[in-house]
């Protein structure tokens, strides 16, 4: 089970000057966190500026990521160390790009690195590196010696890492998935993500880490163009309620309202 609540932790949202991820950033703030907020350039981000103004630099970290490369987040994870934060509880893996809306024929391999650089390499990094740093949950439970020996029970769990897919990446969802077209790179990298997503979900749970894969709704952002189902803070409210809602999060692919999605 997952912790709860997410009060009086330490949560990184990448992704945070806009959209859904300033929204989390609010969200968590609300809750008597501190938050670390990432953007590429957080000097140029106006609300998180605001933000820090009002709750002050102790609560509300702001620092430079570009998650499409990977220079860049090994860097920001030693700032983070370096600045004095002893763990992380809850990471939130919301920095993405859609890409350029093209047809088919459009298509370019550039089109696709951007996405998989962005959407997959980058969460996959961000937890390498805080885990490098030794910033994100404990040391793995060692194997037992004895031959035989039943695997020691795994701890329970520290911390949250929340990868913000999206119902594109599923393969077999009736409602969106199978039933719209295009979107070949933001798809292709959302469905890489939840692959990562499984898979870091049984790695790191003997160090008491949960992973899951979380879609954010279709939400009216920079990113849908404008278009959408839901606003931002409704996205954010939803997704803050599902990690705090004490179900079993490891390995699943949920939605803001709690909704399975199969993979």
Same mark, same amino acid.
């Given at each position: 089970?997952?912790?709860?609540? &997410?009060?009086?932790?330490?949560? @990184?949202?990448?992704?945070?000057?806009?959209?859904?991820?300033? /929204?989390?950033?609010?969200?968590?703030?609300?809750?008597?966190?501190? $938050?670390?907020?990432?953007?590429?350039?957080? /000097?140029?981000?106006?609300?998180?500026?605001?933000?820090?103004?009002?709750?002050?630099?102790?609560?509300?970290?702001?620092?430079?990521?570009?998650? /499409?490369?990977?220079?860049?987040?090994?860097?920001?994870?030693?700032? @983070?160390?370096?600045?004095? @934060?002893?763990?992380?509880?809850?990471?939130? =893996?919301? +920095?993405?790009?859609?890409?350029?809306?093209?047809? *088919?024929?459009?298509?370019?391999? #550039? !089109?696709?690195? *951007?996405? %998989?650089?962005?959407?997959?390499?980058?969460? %996959?990094?961000?937890?390498?590196?805080?885990?490098?740093?030794? *910033?994100?949950?404990?040391?793995?439970?060692?194997?037992?010696?004895?031959?035989? #020996?039943?695997?020691?029970?795994?701890?329970?769990?520290?911390?949250?890492?929340?990868?913000?897919?999206?119902?594109?990446?599923?393969?077999?969802?009736?409602? $969106?998935?199978?039933?719209?077209?295009?979107?070949?790179?933001?798809?292709?990298?959302? #469905?890489?993500? =939840?692959?990562?997503?499984?898979?870091?979900?049984? !790695?790191?749970?003997? /160090?008491?880490?949960?992973?899951? #894969?979380?879609?954010?709704?279709?939400?009216?952002?920079?990113?849908?163009?404008?278009?959408?189902?839901?606003? +931002?803070?409704?996205?954010?409210?939803?997704?803050?309620?599902?990690?705090?809602?004490?179900?079993? *999060? =490891?390995?699943?692919?949920?939605?803001? =309202?709690?909704?399975? &999605?199969?993979?």
């Amino acid at each position: 089970m997952a912790m709860r609540p &997410i009060t009086g932790k330490t949560v @990184v949202v990448t992704g945070g000057s806009r959209g859904i991820g300033l /929204s989390l950033v609010k969200g968590f703030l609300a809750r008597d966190n501190v $938050v670390i907020a990432t953007s590429r350039k957080v /000097s140029d981000a106006a609300e998180l500026q605001q933000l820090r103004q009002q709750y002050g630099p102790a609560r509300l970290h702001l620092s430079d990521l570009d998650a /499409s490369r990977a220079a860049s987040i090994a860097q920001w994870a030693e700032g @983070v160390k370096g600045a004095g @934060v002893k763990h992380v509880d809850v990471l939130v =893996n919301n +920095a993405g790009v859609y890409g350029r809306r093209l047809d *088919l024929q459009e298509f370019t391999e #550039a !089109d696709f690195l *951007l996405a %998989f650089h962005t959407n997959t390499l980058g969460p %996959f990094f961000v937890v390498q590196q805080l885990l490098k740093q030794g *910033l994100l949950g404990l040391p793995p439970v060692p194997a037992p010696t004895e031959p035989g #020996a039943p695997p020691p029970p795994a701890p329970a769990p520290v911390a949250l890492v929340a990868n913000i897919s999206s119902i594109m990446g599923s393969n077999t969802d009736p409602t $969106v998935s199978t039933v719209t077209k295009g979107g070949f790179a933001y798809r292709a990298s959302k #469905a890489a993500l =939840n692959a990562i997503s499984t898979t870091l979900a049984r !790695d790191l749970a003997p /160090s008491g880490v949960e992973v899951v #894969a979380m879609h954010p709704g279709y939400v009216r952002t920079q990113l849908s163009g404008g278009n959408g189902w839901i606003d +931002a803070e409704e996205s954010a409210a939803g997704l803050i309620g599902v990690m705090e809602s004490g179900v079993a *999060l =490891n390995g699943r692919f949920l939605t803001y =309202n709690g909704e399975e &999605i199969p993979w």
